[in-house]
């Protein structure tokens, strides 16, 4: 049996884990690329940014996929109840103006 219970590990242990969450008093910030042929100059955009907590993260699904078989479910729709559950942590909308 296992050394540590997967309660507190959050994770069965043969599981990889990857650093998703931010530290306290941490930050981390998100690079994207907007193909310019996209964006028109002197145009107005619209950037809506959300920070969303989700209870666990979707790779995490496969694993951990077959307690939710108990109860009938499928994969897609253990995934669609996750989601409906995240939280909306912060949002904030912003609107750039492509300079010409």
């Known amino acids: 049996p296992p050394t540590a219970p997967t309660a507190v590990l959050m994770r069965p242990n043969s599981s990889r884990t990857k650093k998703n969450s931010i530290e306290p008093e941490g930050h981390r910030w998100a690079k994207y690329t907007v193909d310019p042929a996209l964006l028109t100059p002197g145009e107005t955009y619209t950037v809506n940014m959300k920070l969303i907590a989700q209870p666990l993260p979707?790779?995490?699904?496969?694993?951990?996929?077959?307690?939710?078989?108990?109860?009938?479910?499928?994969?897609?729709?253990?995934?669609?109840?996750?989601?409906?559950?995240?939280?909306?942590?912060?949002?904030?909308?912003?609107?750039?103006?492509?300079?010409?």
């Open 58 to 100: 979707a790779y995490f699904l496969f694993v951990s996929s077959a307690p939710g078989f108990d109860f009938n479910l499928s994969l897609r729709e253990i995934a669609k109840r996750i989601v409906d559950i995240s939280i909306n942590l912060w949002e904030t909308t912003k609107t750039v103006t492509i300079e010409k």
